[in-house]
């Protein structure tokens, strides 16, 4: 059980989707000293209304802002949220390195498209709310 388990505002669901990210604003490259915008495509390790996990080996560090695109199990177009890295794991032994993400201002739309997914993935048998 995760320390953050208590203090957790939104339950999170262990879900596997394709995330793409996008940098909002420049990253500074350390060898050139010059801007670039990061565009990855990632996995989401788990969903919360709120927020979430997305497993990365190059994760962006704290406090940097994205757009994602999060892919719905259905095939139905990604949704789109802005979000704000709130915290950054590194690789740990055997433990998948990435960022936890919270989800800024999204839209009504956002929000249920979001809650329809996780309403989605606890219907079909999939694993419970995660600590």
């Known amino acids: 059980m995760s320390d953050f388990a208590a203090t957790r505002r939104h339950p999170r669901i262990a879900l596997r ?20 915008f990061r565009e990855c495509r990632e996995l989401c390790g788990n969903l919360s209304t709120g927020g979430m996990f997305i497993a990365s080996a190059d994760p962006p560090g704290p406090g940097r802002r994205l757009l994602l695109r999060i892919h719905t199990p259905d095939g139905a177009p990604p949704i789109e949220a802005i979000a704000r890295v709130a915290w950054r794991k590194p690789e740990v032994g055997r433990e998948q390195p990435g960022v936890g993400v919270e989800f800024l201002k999204p839209s009504e739309a956002t929000r249920a498209a979001i809650e329809r997914m996780l309403d989605s993935a606890t219907s079909d048998g999939s694993p419970s709310p995660e600590s």
């Open 17 to 36: 989707v394709p995330v793409e990210v996008s940098t909002i604003d420049p990253e500074t490259d350390p060898r050139t000293g010059r801007p670039y």
